[in-house]
């Protein structure tokens, strides 16, 4: 669904059409058709502009509006945010699209009149899916899954970092063997922290033996340099959401002028998810895509730090239909938590807003949303993941491998206890 909108003499005039199609890229054409009866088509001939806003799935009040359908409305321009557009006709600043255009031609249609437009201007505001009307009556796409996701554990060394040297590298068998199968399975695990001279050999472990890709966290870009010296396939560095991201663009720099181009440099933003900084995350996320970071995560806070309501599905997904286009191709991770029990939650709403990638802690180490849980979501969806049910189910219960306390079992109650069609097109 679209707003038809035009501007003129008398001003701003605007309807709910769905008569609207692409005609041709070279050079960028559109048609609307308008019902000849209606007072939109004289504007609209005498104005010789329109402009089309494609309306997303949460405008359904303003498509009413527009339709004529919300009694009462004597300026439909008082809701949504618009902007003059190119030819002066109003765009909406957070519609799906929208296009603004000159008449070039018109063509008789029956009771219709075909307008032919030349697109002078364009945006594409948001990424979001469109608002429907089929069969009279208001819808919108389902929103489509991945075929695939990524993970990256962190939770296996991270116990006991310290401010020097590589700190909690894997310390036993049982551990070595964790990171050996989840690296296998196409996870990368953090080897442990860098923020001194200590530990140089140690950042580059696991980098060169044919398993999957390993990181290493570093304190600063001279961390990072080390790191990447001593062989490290790739370097994560904590920065908070302060609308410029400078450590991280640092880092990328210092690593490239010491010639390691291959090294991936990943932005953690801190804190990310917390309420209030949803607009300096979104400056953050664009310098750091611009920087030439190879990925950026989002790190919900954790419990106590701050006030973790505002990862709520709802925000998360307003956050995200706006990060994810900011980013452009740069790989944009979630590091969730289960607060309040929406982790899973949170990750499908993340999966279904376009992000690919997850950091997760096996065990759910550190409160992190758990590999073995989002792999069971994953499973159930029909979303493939690195790690697979019976894989899983193997290191749980394997020879010393990490096994996952039982829960009791519950206590029997007794039974005393068991209690199509089109919209009309408005004036």
């Not at 089929?134 to 796409?141: A, D, E, F, K, T």
Request: overall charge neutral; hydrophobic content about 40%; proline content about 6%.
């Amino acid at each position: 669904m679209g707003i038809v909108t035009t501007a003129g003499e008398d001003g701003w005039h605007g309807m709910t059409a769905s008569s609207f199609s692409s005609v041709s890229l070279a050079p960028p054409l559109v048609l609307v058709c308008l019902d000849q009866r209606i007072r939109s088509h004289d504007l609209l001939l005498r104005n010789g502009v329109f402009a089309v806003n494609v309306l997303g799935r949460d405008h359904l009040a303003l498509g009413r509006r527009f339709a004529g359908m919300e009694p009462g409305v004597t300026d439909r321009f008082a809701s949504g945010d618009w902007l003059p557009g190119a030819t002066g006709s109003p765009v909406l600043t957070d519609s799906a699209a929208w296009v603004d255009c000159r008449v070039l031609h018109r063509y008789p249609g029956g009771d219709h009149t075909i307008f032919l437009g030349e697109v002078v201007a364009a945006g594409v505001p948001r990424i979001t899916s469109p608002l429907l009307f089929h069969s009279r009556s208001w819808g919108q796409l389902a929103d489509p899954l991945p075929d695939r996701v990524d993970l990256a554990d962190s939770g296996l060394t991270d116990s006991g970092l310290t401010g020097s040297g590589l700190a909690g590298a894997a310390a036993g068998p049982r551990d070595a063997r964790l990171t050996q199968v989840l690296r296998r399975a196409g996870i990368r695990v953090r080897l442990g922290h860098l923020g001194g001279e200590r530990g140089q050999g140690a950042a580059a472990e696991g980098g060169g033996d044919g398993l999957g890709c390993t990181s290493v966290h570093v304190a600063d870009a001279a961390a990072a340099v080390r790191a990447a010296a001593a062989g490290s396939p790739a370097v994560e560095l904590t920065i908070t959401a302060d609308g410029h991201g400078t450590a991280a663009a640092d880092t990328v720099r210092a690593i490239r002028g010491a010639g390691h181009p291959d090294t991936l440099v990943v932005a953690r933003v801190r804190d990310a998810l917390q309420p209030g900084l949803a607009r300096a995350c979104l400056l953050t996320v664009q310098r750091l895509a611009a920087a030439g970071c190879g990925e950026i995560v989002l790190e919900e806070p954790a419990e106590g730090c701050h006030d973790t309501d505002g990862a709520s599905p709802l925000e998360l997904r307003r956050l995200l239909q706006d990060a994810i286009p900011e980013a452009g191709p740069v790989p944009l991770r979630l590091a969730l938590r289960d607060h309040h029990g929406l982790g899973l939650v949170n990750a499908l709403t993340g999966m279904k807003s376009g992000v690919r990638c997850f950091d997760t802690h096996f065990g759910g180490h550190g409160g992190l949303l758990s590999t073995e849980r989002l792999v069971l979501l994953c499973s159930r969806m029909n979303v493939a993941a690195p790690l697979d049910i019976a894989a899983l189910r193997a290191l749980r219960g394997g020879p010393g491998v990490l096994r996952r306390q039982q829960r009791p079992a519950p206590v029997p109650h007794s039974p005393a206890q068991t209690v199509s069609s089109r919209v009309p097109e408005s004036q």
